[in-house]
Antibody, heavy 120, light 108 residues
């Protein structure tokens, strides 16, 4: 069974750093692209970027380039999303997701989501 | 950047047909996906490559594209179909993946 299990909810203050995780099981982690998707309260879904764990090839959407860092550790089948300096506007649910083998944009499995709350 | 436009809400009576449009420049030339999202849950893929259904998705869900509009159609709507629905494409010119703003389907 394919599972993407994300780390728990986080509460931080503006300016703090944070790294959330997405632990994968049930398939060969290194051979499928992983995407991160933001879902802000009351808003739509936003594609943040993707990573191919086999070689850490990472691609960011323009809106998120320089704002977050996407990484992966294939030795422990885990993908990460990281902020060096959080803003209140980073308050959101963040999903990791697996991209289908046949496509770089078709999501076939999702994590349960991680709620990040940033306050001043 | 490429934009996808969806109406914020669509209302439909049980047993009737819901049509959810997704507008985009020449969207008929792109491949469109549709995701269903219930409150507090991650999205679920209901249509991919314009009109293909993943296993486990009822035949009541169908997709089509033409010109500048893609449409998700839900036939014989059930109360359990109440959810937010998002269209998604890959824009080859920018290399970006784009989601529509989402449509909340309410079953009256």
């Amino acid at each position: 069974e394919v599972l993407l299990v994300q780390s728990g909810a986080e509460v931080r203050k503006t300016g703090e750093s944070l790294k959330i995780s997405c632990k994968i099981s049930g398939y060969a982690f290194a051979t499928y692209w992983i995407a991160w998707v933001r879902h802000m309260p009351g808003k739509g879904l936003e594609w943040m970027g993707t990573i191919f764990p086999a070689d850490s090839d990472t691609r960011y959407s323009p809106s998120f380039k320089g704002q977050v860092i996407i990484s992966a550790d294939k030795s422990i089948n885990t993908a990460y999303l990281q902020w060096n300096s959080l803003k209140a506007s980073d308050t959101s649910i963040y999903y990791c997701a697996r991209l289908s083998a046949s496509s770089l944009f078709l999501i076939d499995y999702w994590g349960q989501g991680t709620l990040v709350t940033v306050s001043s | 950047s490429y934009l996808l436009t969806q109406p914020p809400s669509v209302s439909v009576a049980p047993g009737k047909t819901a049509s959810i449009p997704c507008g985009g420049d020449n969207i008929g030339s792109k491949t469109v996906q549709w995701y269903q999202q219930n409150p507090g849950q991650p999205p679920v893929l209901v249509i991919y490559y314009d009109n293909k259904r993943p296993s486990g998705i009822p035949e009541r869900f169908s997709g089509s594209t033409s010109g500048n509009t893609a449409t998700l159609t839900i036939s014989r709507v059930e109360v359990g179909d109440e959810a937010d629905y998002y269209c998604q494409v890959w824009d080859s010119s920018s290399g970006q993946v784009v989601f529509g703003g989402g449509t909340k389907v309410t079953v009256l």
